[in-house]
């Protein structure tokens, strides 16, 4: 059984800074290609950084030189540390792992973590 779970999402005051957690269990996380993902009230989900497989990362405008993503594939664990945080970064996050060869093909989410910026 394939699961993705967040962790590390909380209350904090703009300026400050969180550590998001996803450890994934069930897939051979070395060759998934990890992403975050966040969805504010009534707005759509949207791509907040990606890391590949092989260690490539790209980010969302929003959150370059805030955020950072990284991964361990020892403990099966892809990060998100987010600095500088704003008003604005308040949303549910969620991990996304993904893959798609010749044989294997697998999309999963995690349940997601709330984070909250507010004074």
């Known amino acids: 059984q394939v699961q993705l779970v967040e962790s590390g999402g909380g209350l904090v005051q703009p300026g400050g800074s969180l550590r998001l957690s996803c450890a994934a269990s069930?897939?051979?996380?070395?060759?998934?290609?990890m992403d975050w993902y966040r969805q504010a009230p009534g707005k759509q989900r949207e791509l907040v950084a990606t890391?590949?497989?092989?260690?490539?990362?790209n980010y969302a405008d929003s959150v370059k030189g805030r955020f950072t993503i990284s991964r361990d594939n020892a403990k099966n664990t892809v990060y998100l540390q987010m600095n500088s945080l704003k008003p604005e970064d308040t949303a549910v996050y969620y991990c996304h792992g993904h893959i798609r060869t010749i044989v294997i093909v697998g999309d999963y989410w995690g349940q997601g973590t709330q984070v909250t910026v507010s004074s």
């Open positions: 069930g897939i051979i996380f070395r060759m998934y290609d």
């Open positions: 890391i590949s497989s092989g260690g490539s990362t």
